[in-house]
């Protein structure tokens, strides 16, 4: 059974950085893909950015030059790297893990990310 682990979310003023991460254990890391996910009050959850088990990245337009994802196989994890962040940013973010031709069916219980401005 797969178990993610988020970590590293908390307040921070608008324009900061906050660095997140994912740990995987469970199952080989090596042949998920990684997608961090958000979720802000009364919205839709969205796919922010995800790395694939090749290391091939996906970024939302939305957060595109601002979040970096990437990955540690070594470590089994998995980071987003959040700069210039913006109050609309504000949500709980969850990893979730997925292997080829599958869905997201792991996933995180999320790490609050909170923005003032």
């Known amino acids: 059974q797969v178990q993610l682990v988020e970590s590293g979310g908390g307040l921070v003023q608008a324009g900061g950085s906050l660095r997140l991460s994912c740990a995987f254990s469970?199952?080989?890391?090596?042949?998920?893909?990684i997608g961090w996910h958000r979720q802000a009050p009364g919205m839709q959850r969205e796919l922010v950015a995800a790395?694939?088990?090749?290391?091939?990245?996906n970024v939302a337009g939305s957060v595109k030059g601002r979040f970096t994802i990437s990955r540690e196989n070594a470590k089994n994890t998995v980071y987003l790297q959040m700069n210039s962040l913006k109050p609309e940013d504000t949500a709980v973010y969850y990893c979730?893990?997925?292997?080829?031709?599958?869905?997201?069916?792991?996933w995180g219980q999320g790490t609050q990310v909170t923005v003032s401005s």
């Open positions: 979730a893990a997925r292997r080829l031709g599958y869905s997201y069916n792991y």
């Open positions: 469970g199952r080989p890391f090596d042949t998920h893909t």
């Open positions: 790395i694939s088990d090749a290391g091939t990245t």
